[in-house]
């Protein structure tokens, strides 16, 4: 079983900024597509797929990226652990009332983009928590520790969720006058990060020429909800890029604009690292 994450760790650590990017695995494990109804391509349409790549240069401006190996239709990093789904898991209790989970979107999802079911039958209790204890534990306290770091040597933390979104649910989703949006910032309407903070990420992603909302229709879920903490300075945004910038999704590869967004998310990611590096710090150089 291959380990639950990579961390990809700068040469020094210059700023309090993290990068992870949960949804990008893409290590299926073979008694996990056997067990599925799903062919090989459709199961893969959860992932947020190639937005590892996309975040790669974030040791480079001296920030670590924390990036998933499972994948996401395997387990859901960004759901509680908690967030479990009686359809799904036998002996579940029904609970009170859970969208992601009554979508079938819990840490253990019963189904794909499109709500197309991955199981015949239910998992067991046993299943569901070697699942966990493989992945969903060792992720997050991976993550935690990048974040405690960043508290002991700055002082702060800043995480930036990494995700990407499927064209057509933006398209469904919003109706903007001006064009629909091409990134989406969320910050949970201000509960997960300092609004100043989020405001230059915002900044950085228009200064480039894209497109550009808050929290509508993507505003955060787990990570933000759980890790962000402006009060005690530790803030989460997440970011969401519409695919269509920079891959096929009906093919599942990425498309000939794939190295230009890659370079013009490298000079926004040297942007969001200086947001918390300290004043007296000059921008890293190359080392």
């Known amino acids: 079983m291959p380990q639950a994450y990579e ?8 700023t309090s900024v993290v990068f992870a990017s949960p949804h990008s695995g893409r290590v299926y494990d073979q008694s996990f597509l056997r ?11 959860s992932e947020d797929a190639f937005v590892d790549l996309l975040f790669s240069a974030a040791p480079a401006h001296g920030a670590p990226l924390i990036a998933a190996n499972a994948p996401r239709a395997f387990v859901d990093l960004n759901r509680g652990a908690e967030e ?31 709500g197309r079911e991955i199981y015949r039958g239910k998992l067991s209790p046993v299943e569901v928590e070697m699942r966990l204890a493989a992945h969903w534990h060792p992720y997050h306290a991976g993550l935690q520790g990048l974040l405690d770091e ?13 995700h990407s979104m499927p064209h057509e649910a933006i398209e469904s989703l919003c109706r903007a006058q001006d064009g629909n949006p091409e990134i989406v910032v969320g910050d949970r309407f201000g ?9 230059r990420i915002e900044a950085a ?5 894209f497109r550009v ?5 993507f505003a955060g879920a787990y990570t933000a909800q759980h890790y962000g903490r402006p009060s005690r300075r530790q803030h989460v945004v ?39 590096r300290p004043a007296e710090n000059l921008p890293l150089a190359a080392e």
């Open 213 to 217: 909302a808050r929290n509508v229709p």
């Open 205 to 209: 992603f228009r200064a480039a020429g």
């Open 238 to 276: 997440q970011i969401e890029i519409d695919r269509s910038l920079y891959m096929d999704e009906a093919r599942l590869c990425p498309n000939k604009g794939f190295d230009a967004i890659r370079k013009v998310l490298d000079r926004i990611i040297g942007e969001i690292a200086m947001i918390g």
């Open 150 to 162: 960043s508290h002991a040597l700055f002082g702060e933390a800043i995480l930036i969720d990494c």
């Open 191 to 199: 509960a997960s990060a300092d609004g100043a903070i989020v405001a």
């Open 84 to 114: 479990l789904d009686p359809a799904l898991i036998r002996g579940v209790k029904r609970g009170g009332h859970n969208p992601r989970v009554s979508a079938g979107l819990g840490v253990i999802p019963r189904v794909v983009a499109g």
């Open 7 to 14: 961390i990809f760790q700068p040469i020094r650590r210059s």
């Open 35 to 45: 067990r599925s109804v799903l062919d090989e391509r459709t199961i893969r349409s």
